[in-house]
Structure formats: C-alpha cells, structure tokens
C-alpha cells in the first residue's frame, strides 16, 4: 500500500473529534495537565467542525444562578421531565454546576451574548436559554483548543479505538486515516476523551435528492462518537431514545426562539389550538406523574418535548394539517422581525433560503412545520451515549468507578453527544462536559493508571488492511464490469446508507411509518440489519473521499444496531411522540423505570442487555 | 442549498477545501478551480461562502423543493467583527440586509494560554473545581454547588 503509516507517540489524552465537547477537553486539559502531551484529532478543520459549525443564535443550557435565575437541581428536574424521567440526574446535576463558569469565559473571549439593557443579565430566550450572536462560537472555542493543544491534526478520519494488550478493556490510542492524504495515523495514548458527534441520516430523510443534506442535525455527524465506542466494547445507555423535531418544513430552522422570545404559537389547517385536545387520551398513555395537564397547568411546568410532537403528529393523522406557526402577528414589530431572521441567519442559514426561494414572508404568511426522521444524539432533548461514571461527591455506587465521565472501559473518557443519560446540555454543558472529563483523563495518569500500555504492531496492521480494504475491494471488483455504479460484488456507502436508512425507517419507528415499531418489526429488521452487517464488509470506495463516506458509513451502521436492540429491550412507549412500541402502547413505571444499558461484545458482535437503577436527587416539585 | 462556484471568480485558492465541514468542496483538477463534489451532503452552513476571499462560491436552494431566483449572500469580516447578510426574494419583494456583530474582542486575544497560568494546588486538583472556578460559576465569593450545599440526596427508585 502506497500510504504512509504516521505515527504520533507518548500521547497522555487524545481528544477524538472537536465539536464543543472537544475544545472543552484540549482547552482544559491543558490546566491540568501542565507538562502533558495534549493531541487533538479532528474530521474537518476545527475552525468550523462539528454541530455547531455555523453557529448557534443562543447558548440553550445556563442556569444564571449569578443573577437568581436558577440552581442546578432546576435544571435537572426540568430534563427529567423533558426525558420522561430518564436521566443521570448525578450526571445533570454535574454539568448544570459547572456550565456557567464555561459561558462566563465564553463572554471574555469575545462571544456576543446579548445583555437585557434593563436588569443587566443576560438576554433569556426562555428559561434556559440566553440569546447570542454566534456566528463565530465555533471558531472562538476553536482558538482556545488550539492554545491548549500540542497538535492538532486536521483532516484525521478517526476510524478505530486502539486497545491495550497487557491489560484487558483499557484503552491504549486511536487510528484513522487523513481524508486528503490517504496517509495512515496511529495515535498512540494513554486517555482517549471521544468528543465526536452523535447521528444523523440513519432513518430515511424526508428530503429526497439534493435535500437529503438538508437534515436537521449536521450531515457530517456520522454516530462516530457511538461507533468508535460501541466497537471497543464500552457499555452504552438510552440508545433507544431518538429524537423526533419537531421544525419548520423542509428547511429544519430552529423554532425555540419563535415559541420562546417571539411568542409565536401553532395552530391546525383551520386555524385552531389543536395540542390540549389530545392530552386526556395521552395522560392514560403515560400516565398522571408525567402528564396532568390541570396541574401542569397551574404550576407551569412544560410539556415533554416527545408529547408535544405526539399531538402533532395525531393531528396531521386526523387529516387537520399541516400545522402552522403563527408568525404574522408577531412579525408586525419589526424588531422582532428582525430577530426572526437573524435567527435563522446565526444558525440555520437554509432556512432563510428557502423561504427567499418559496416567498414565504412570515409577516404576511404562517409558514408550515414538520416533524423531522428521528435523530440519535446525546445533547439536546435526548440522552443516547456512553454509560459514564459520575463526579464522587455526587454519584451513588453503581454511577461511580473512578473517574468523572469514563466510559466502562479504562482511559476511555467522553463528552458531549459520547455521554448517555445528559440530554439538554446543548453546545455549553458539552463543552463542560469536555472540561470534566479532561480534568478527570489528568488524574487518571497522574495516578498511573495509564502506564504500561502495549501496542503490538501487529494490531497497527490488521487496523491498517481493515482501513484501507474499501479501497482494494473497488479495485478489485470495478474490473469485471464496463461501467457504472452496479456490481454483483461490492455496494458503495451511498448504496450502504440508503439501505441502512430505509431499514431503519421501516423496522425502527422512522417517518415513513410514523414512528411505529413492535417486537416483530424489531426483529425482522435485525436479521436485515445482521446481513446489511456482511454486505458492509464488501463496501467499496473508489477514493480517499469515499473511503471516508464508508468509515462513517459503518460508525452509523454501528449506532444503528446498537438503536435496534434499546428499542427492542425496552417493551413499552416511554417517548409517544419520538417513537411507539405498537405491542406495549402504554408507559411502564412498574417495569421500566430504569435506564437501559447494552455492550456489544467486539469479538462476537453479541449484544448483552440490562436494566440500571434510576436516582433521582430532587422532587417534582419546586422548593 | 448546495453551494455552487462561479468560473469567473474562482482562482482555485483552496480556502473553501480548507474549511468545508463536509470534505465536499474539492478542486477540479482539469479547470484548478473548487467546486461541490456531493451536494447532498451539503448543510448549507456557508462555511465556505464566509471563507472565500473572492465572493466565488453562492448558494441555490435544494432542488428537490427550492424553486430558483432567490438569493442569500454573506460578507463575514474578522477585523470589525461582523457579519453582513443579504436576502433576495424570488418575487424581487423583499430584499433584506441584516448585520450581526460575530466577536467583542480582538481574534484570540482573551482567550488563556493555560500552560502559563499559575498550577492548580493539590486541594484544587482533589476538589470537584474546574479552571477559574468557583469564582466564574457566579463571579462572586459563593463556592461550588453540592448535593449538601443544595440540601439533596439521591435515592434509588423513588417514582415521585
């Protein structure tokens, strides 16, 4: 093979991936870790890579407890009742702690948070929320990563984890390949903190075509975060819990600032409120504990984000859509105007190109909303991701071994959408997250917990051939036929994804069946998905961009098996609205008020399923 | 929206190659200009519009339910530290400019080189305390919250 092998050695953490939860952990690893050897490696450029890559119009988790706003165990009684009451609450609190020491320096360096000119706090969206100027966000904590960092390699498709082999289930590194190159890198460490992203375009997409990038979570989010560590044999929780969004139509633009700041509300083709109505017959579904609109109603406690896309979508079932959101009478302040698009503008510029393209002008035009395919990530409305210990002053027995946010397996750290059971951390409580988990990969070297790594050589080959066999299975394969993209013997990661994507759509609760699932689709769609494994050994890559394509094909295949058997293992509708078990229709407490962990054996591929014990830390109520 | 180069105004830089999240904008080899090897890949991020010096790369909506005729242009300027937009309509009716600051600060200059910061004390590094912390959780004297601070426990099962 005409590829070099590069090797970066005597590596003490190794950020994989560099979204917000990676910058936090090169930037704080650094105070640490002092004289440590500090290497980030990154997909893209680290200036623009990961979710936040075009920026973000409002920082969606701070609690604002120095202006009296809130105190952490708010934030977490408020996830756990968006999640239904899954959620590490050891974990939530953590993050709700320390996010705010992570947004202060935000401000210093330079990201515009806008001031409320009258009380002198920060300007709320809602009550977690704060709203920004952040078109530069991902550069501005870029700049601080690199500062801390000794290198960063730009470019590094990180394909696999290296594994220790003087000491079983201890992580020893990471592998990949630069994406320009071709060239092979071994990154050789004694901490990896995986800060990759989470999952899109693992159902089928609404849009078909060209629009199929048009997804709601970045393109470039390929479930590595999952995929690197579901293949090293790191237990995993929630995976089951995808995410449905519910956005404007097609362009997927952002609706918390519409809802929250500019006070736009939605209604049926007809014009009605259409959400209350469909509460009694969902309260018997879930339950009193988790839906009493009366009471909720008088203690204004938000509705689940899963239950208000559950009346949306019974609604457009009904025959009364599409839903609208009412912008024209909000749309008539022209500050607010403004606000609208720059919203738009600061995070999600397609929508604003879309509705240039579609004349849709919001002051005179309600436009229409969606329900997006469901989505699997870890840090928004949403808790998939690994099964991490917790900090020691918080965290019960069963939550705790060790080191804050370690994986199950040693030296494996996470942050962001890698960590299971902390949803709505968004981009701040990722980048904390990345902080506590840099803080903790410090301590466990200086305990020496990393010493005495082996790597054999001959593991760095075998990655190697695995790597880089796309490449030899196309040239190979492309001789026996003239031309084109058919071949009886290889598929290409366009042809992989459509089929992982259909698959999922059809046997896992996708769209296309509005999100309806049972134990017999369930199964079915594993036997499918056992082989869609067999065929992916045969992809085939035709260059070194392909060959990227068929590395975040088979992290998105690995993502997606590991959402079968969650789905499968949980029999009952925890999320109506995100997806439904057709054969147990009703919420479960007496069963299931437990979160769900899962390993995936690496050198079987069997999967081993359990049930971890809740902890809750506050009541439902408010003191 | 999948981004589009314009022949004339492209001279083959490679900062939009540089910058792309996607990996998609790529150099034609025959022409040495960029251009968008996978549109369905595109998010439509404008990464590399921002970064092209030369305003060479645009956007036309997704051909699957954007018709054509609208615009969206960007001018993105680090030195002043903003953002400038304009937005056509495919009618011609409306025609927007919007501008948004995109930094406070000089570029990079606030932010700590970490590695010339006074060293954590070992009551720090045995404490829950991140860098700058307590002080920045609130910018007052007010420590850490904990679960005896906060008056909590965690208990196992509980269905509240």
Redesign the interface.
Known sequence: MAYKTIIEDDIDVLVAGAGLGGTGAAFEARYWGKDKKIVIAEKANIDRSGAVAQGLYAINCYMGTRWGENNPEDHVRYARMDLMGMVREDLAFDMARHVDSAVHQFEEWGLPLMRNPETGSYMREGRWQIMIHGESYKPIVAEAAKKSADKVFNRICVTHLLMDEAQENRVAGAVGFNVRTGNYHVFKAKTVIVGAGGASNIFKPRSVGEGAGRVWYAPWSSGSAYGLMIEAGAKMTQMENRIVLARFKDGYGPVGAYFLHLKTYTQNCNGEEYESKWFPALTEMVGKAYLDTEGQHLSHKPIPTCLRNHAFISEVNAGRGPIHMVTMEAFQDPHLEEIGWHNFLGMTVGQAVLWAATDVDPKYENPELTTSEPYVMGSHATGCGAWCSGPEDVSPPEYFWGYNRMTSVAGLFGAGDAVGGTPHAFSSGSFTEGRLSAKAACKYIDDGKGEGIVVSSKQIEDRKKEIYKPLETYTVGRNEIVAGTVNPNYINPRQGLDRLQKLMDEYCGGFGVNYMTNDKLLQIGLKKMKILGEDLEKVAAEDIHELLRAWELKHRFLTSESVFQHTLFRKETRWPGYYYRGDAMKLDDENWHVLTVSRRDPKTGEYTMEKAPLYHLVGDEEG | ??TFVYMTRCDGCGQCV??????IM?IDKSLRRAYN???????????CVKACPHHAID?R????????????R?H?DEEK?V?A?R?????G??D?D?L?????????Q??????D?A??SDEM?NS?L?????K?????DGG????ES?G?????????
Request: overall charge neutral.
């Open positions: 929206m999948p540089d910058i792309c999240p996607s990996d790529h090897i996978e549109p369905n890949m595109c998010w439509e991020c404008y990464s956007v909506g997704y051909a699957d339910f954007a018709p054509l005729g609208h615009s969206v960007v993105r530290g953002i937009w937005i056509k309509f495919r009618n009716k409306k927007m919007l948004a600051p995109i930094t406070t600060k000089p570029w990079g606030e932010i700590p080189q970490l590695a910061v060293a954590p590094r829950e991140l860098f700058n912390e307590p920045y959780v609130r910018l007052d850490l919250h904990t679960l906060n909590l426990k965690l208990k196992e099962g509980v269905y509240y």
